[in-house]
């Protein structure tokens, strides 16, 4: 290869690349290992040379020489005509090479083609033309090695940055020194005796061939190895266009006939845009083609470089160089452009792949990070977390990380975070009662670095907890009812063995667990005769799933018998297989041999009465208690309708039914709807010797299909309790009226006192003058609104407030002009008071007891809510239905004391505690006003926790049927 202007004869053209290459490079130890860099993500290394090089190095080599061939006709003296395409053709083709016999097939095919060709076109003898294609395929393989090394399986991945374009200067200038040296060689070899170069001749020769050697192996590796596009930068649509066209025309102007020197440098602000906006790809291709270009064109004698006196060496070194510098201008910043985008892509893609993990986790995650005082504090949350914690994302963003941990973990978190250690522990949560957290915490950043952030993992284990304290109750309760049930409880295994039994086994049987265990159950006396049985129920399913109940005799320890009832039955596994085998047996010898005791107990002269009735209430069996009772003997009570013994008390003066009627219609009365044990009902007896008694009786249905009896009387005198209970309401009448006459004289003398203590409390008076004025017209108004909450029951009990006439009521406008009388109250102390009522909301009721009922629970919610709570009421309706709901976040109830909360004085433990003064009558009469216009009242409270009290009242036009009022109390959760 020799010195001067190159000929054009086609740049090579770029590889392709295999989709799915994986990019690898040398280890430290040699060793070729996958890059897994993200920055590196899409990167797409050359492919090898396949088995078909020889083909391909062929066809190359065919092109080198019918490209040259295509070169004009040069003048005496012209130099390098094939320098472009030999050296950017060697070094691509012998890096690509696969390691192995192409290696050397390679440099050798190319050291043929490339003499051949130069002694075809330029007259040089075969020779010189082989060696110096050698020459040139030597410069490409130190190319190689220092790209890729010797015998490595890799492949030069290409530019992918400024360290691989300094590594593929370096590998070019390594192979340019090579070929100079090797061209001085061989111009000093090859010249004829006497005439050869001077030193300074063969420095001049040999250095130009390097620079000839380096730009044009530079430009062609650069282009083919140019970097894949990063995101957000390549083909750019009309602005590339732009960008190319002025390129053109930059450099056809300043590389044209004539041109002076000053013009080389206009276009490289063109291709300084290029690099900065196109890509490195773009850039490096037209570094390509304006190192052809401009070869080509000097070459014709154009362009500013054309002035050389005939001079081929510095033309070719002007021009070369000229291309080198255009190289180190322009592919440097492309290429860190490039990589600072690869890098910007990779950063986005990890930050959105941290994020998705973070925000998307199952696991409740947190980032902390300490302030400028010191304090950890809570920057971002996820939903798992949120979860965890039962808090609101506003609620945690900017709390101290220990403000979210119980006390018992504060202390171990703050040594942790102080000392910028992992640390992981479990804690409760403050808010959340019961609530269980597994916690994790990892420093993210190094030891004094600000600042200090870390990462919280949280792991709600309060189910986990949970469940496991519900496996261990159950396992306590199983054990439980093993120790304490009277049952017998004995368990096998599907062969029969015995597995387990509990004291109640040994206590009945005298049998010591160790003796049965292990034994077959049917050997151990217990059970004798039921392997048959136990195979049985091991080895068929139990379609029903109901126990197979058996009476069988058992031995027991000491020779005795028992009688015993067992239920046997098999627990068993997924696949419907029994697992175990659970006998449960139950002593009833003494129930066998207390049937005896029966007509023992019929005989005993007894204060209560049995009588056993049949299907038509016609009497079977009848005792001694009976018999005293009714006044007749035993043979005359069997065979007598029930009817013609009893009389309901309440049917007394009727006219008198039919027999077989009044039968029926006894056992109607007496027997309870759904067959159970009915209530207790008076019935009268008239004595045969004159008089009359007072029985409660209770009558009962037998289940056994084969007795004779089907129900059950059971009698007992109480007609000196029913004299009793007459006597009480008397006393409880007179009550009512000494309440009234009481409350009624109580009136005058407290109106009294509140008139003089108002008329003193306005007079001027000293400080302690006025504050003894304020306590007696204090405790006036109590004793005044006590009074009138004493009147007004004493008046319903006498059925006097429900004599008013009823209109129809908007209990809307009601509970507004209520919210309104209370406001002042609920701002005295602190509280939110809120009113949302729907016009239309109309009862038919007393508008004036209707305003007491709302004002009594207004009062209550106000009174029994701490500051800073809230009390709302609500009043909705239909036409069928108004519902008025009293709302507040006070002290609640005790679930256990609602029960009693309607009643008069009652107080609750809450309001004793609280010192809430007040005297039990305010429900009481909500109860009673409710009641009064056939509603409903319930409670929802808990201790607490608040209380909400709904009232449910008929529309003004009610459905038919209504039935009468009541008051219940409703756990919460309940509607």
Not at 284 to 293: C, M, R, Y
Not at 537 to 558: D, I, M
């Amino acid at each position: 290869m020799s010195v001067g202007p190159p000929t054009p004869a086609g740049a090579p053209s770029a590889a392709a690349v295999t989709p799915g290459d994986r990019v690898t490079h040398p280890a430290a130890h040699g060793d070729a290992r996958p890059i897994d860099h993200p920055a590196l993500a899409g990167r797409q290394a050359p492919a090898p040379l396949g088995p078909g090089a020889l083909a391909l190095l062929l066809v190359l080599a065919a092109l080198v020489a019918g490209g040259t061939l295509l070169v004009s006709e040069q003048s005496e003296g012209s130099a390098l005509p094939v320098g472009w395409p030999a050296a950017g053709l060697a070094a691509w083709l012998t890096v690509r090479a696969r390691p192995g016999w192409t290696q050397v097939v390679v440099p050798v095919l190319l050291a043929l083609a490339v003499g051949i060709a130069h002694a075809a076109l330029s007259g040089t003898p075969l020779v010189a033309s082989v060696v110096l294609g050698g020459t040139d395929a030597v410069a490409a393989t130190v190319v190689a090695l220092s790209l890729r090394g010797v015998g490595r399986r890799t492949s030069w991945r290409g530019l992918d940055g400024t360290r691989d374009l300094a590594r593929l200067l370096a590998a070019c200038l390594a192979g340019s020194l090579a070929f100079g040296g090797g061209i001085a060689a061989l111009t000093l070899a090859f010249s004829a005796s006497g005439e050869g170069p001077t030193p300074a001749g063969l420095l001049r020769l040999g250095g130009a061939a390097v620079i000839a050697w380096l730009a044009s192996s530079v430009v062609a590796l650069a282009a083919v190895g140019s970097p894949s596009p990063a995101p957000g930068e390549g083909a750019r649509g009309g602005e590339t266009a732009v960008q190319v066209v002025l390129a053109c025309l930059a450099f056809g102007f300043a590389f044209s006939p004539g041109q002076q020197l000053a013009l080389a440098v206009a276009p490289l602000p063109l291709l300084a845009w290029a690099a900065l906006r196109l890509g490195a790809r773009v850039t490096a291709f037209e570094v390509l083609l304006v190192g052809i270009g401009v070869t080509l064109a000097t070459q014709q004698g154009w362009g500013p470089y054309a002035d050389t006196d005939g001079d081929p060496v510095l033309l070719s070194v002007l021009v070369q160089a000229y291309v080198v510098c255009v190289v180190l201008l322009t592919l440097p910043p492309a290429l860190l452009l490039h990589q600072r985008r690869r890098l910007s892509s990779a950063l986005v893609r990890e930050q959105a792949l941290f994020t998705r993990h973070f925000t998307d986790s199952v696991f409740g995650n947190l980032l902390a990070e300490e302030d400028d005082a010191g304090t950890v504090r809570v920057t971002r949350a996820n939903d798992a977390a949120l979860a965890a914690l039962g808090r609101s994302r506003a609620s945690i963003l900017g709390q101290p990380l220990g403000a979210l941990v119980d006390e018992s973990a504060r202390t171990r978190l703050a040594h942790a975070t102080g000392r910028a250690e992992t640390w992981r522990g479990r804690t409760g949560v403050p808010g959340r009662p019961g609530a269980r957290l597994e916690l994790g915490l990892t420093p993210l950043t190094a030891p004094g670095e600000q600042p200090a952030t870390w990462s919280v993992q949280l792991l709600d284990l309060t189910d986990q907890e949970a469940a496991r304290r519900r496996a261990e109750d159950a396992e306590r309760l199983t054990e439980s009812t093993l120790a304490t049930t009277a049952a017998m409880i004995v368990v096998c295994d599907p062969d029969g063995r015995v597995r387990l039994v509990n004291d109640a086994t040994t206590r009945v049987t005298g049998w010591p667990a160790a003796d049965l265990l292990g034994r077959p159950v049917w050997e151990t006396g217990l059970v004798p005769g039921a392997r048959g049985d136990l195979e049985t129920l091991a080895t068929w399913p139990n379609r029903s799933g109901a126990p197979v109940v058996r009476e069988r005799h058992a031995r027991t320890a000491a020779g005795d018998t028992l009688r015993v009832r067992w239920s046997d039955n098999a627990v068993r596994d997924a696949d419907g297989q029994a697992a175990l085998l659970v006998l449960t047996g139950i002593d009833v010898t003494q129930e066998r041999a207390a049937s005896s005791l029966v007509d023992h107990l019929l005989r005993a002269p007894v204060g209560t009465g049995i009588l056993g009735l049949d299907e038509h209430g016609v009497v079977t069996v009848a005792n001694a208690g009976a018999e005293i009772l009714l006044g007749r003997a035993v043979d005359a009570l069997v065979g007598t309708p029930v009817a013609d013994l009893l009389e309901r008390v309440d049917a007394l003066g009727e006219a008198p039914a039919e027999p077989g009627d009044r039968n029926a219609e006894a056992l109607t009365t007496l027997a309870a709807p759904d067959g159970d044990l009915a209530e207790p009902t008076d019935w009268r007896v008239r004595l045969p010797g004159g008089g009359s008694v007072t029985l409660s009786v209770t009558l009962s249905r037998v289940d056994e299909p084969a007795a004779r009896s089907r129900y059950l009387l059971v009698a007992r005198d109480v007609t000196a309790e029913r004299q009793v209970v007459e006597q009480l309401k008397a006393l409880d009448g007179a009550k009512s009226d000494f309440v009234m006459t009481v409350s009624h004289e109580l009136r005058t003398p407290t109106t009294s006192i509140l008139g003089y203590a108002q008329f003193l409390a306005d007079e001027p008076l000293a400080p302690e003058q006025l504050k003894m004025v304020d306590a007696v017209l204090r405790n006036a108004k109590r004793l005044a609104a006590m009074n009138e909450d004493l009147l007004f029951l004493a008046r319903m009990d006498a059925g006097i407030v429900e004599g008013r006439e009823r209109h129809r009521v908007d209990l809307a406008r009601v509970a507004e002009e209520a919210c309104e009388r209370h406001a002042d109250a609920a701002a005295l102390r602190g509280l939110s008071l809120s009113c949302t009522a729907e016009r239309g909301a109309e009862v038919l009721g007393d508008e004036v007891l209707l305003r007491r009922m709302t004002d009594n629970l207004l009062g209550n919610a106000v009174k029994f809510t701490e500051a800073g709570g809230e009390v709302h009421l609500t009043v909705t309706g239909t036409a069928a239905e108004v519902r008025l709901e009293v709302r507040d976040t006070g002290l609640g109830i005790p679930a256990e004391e609602q029960e009693g909360l309607f009643q008069r004085f009652y107080r609750s433990s809450t309001a004793v505690d609280r010192a809430v003064q007040g005297p039990g009558l305010g429900l009481s009469i909500v109860a009673a006003v409710v009641a009064a216009h056939a509603g409903t009242v319930s409670v929802r409270s808990e201790h607490l926790q608040g209380a909400t009290f709904t009232v449910v009242l008929p529309g003004a036009a009610p459905e038919p049927g209504h039935g009468p009022g009541r008051h219940t109390a409703l756990p919460v959760g309940e509607g």
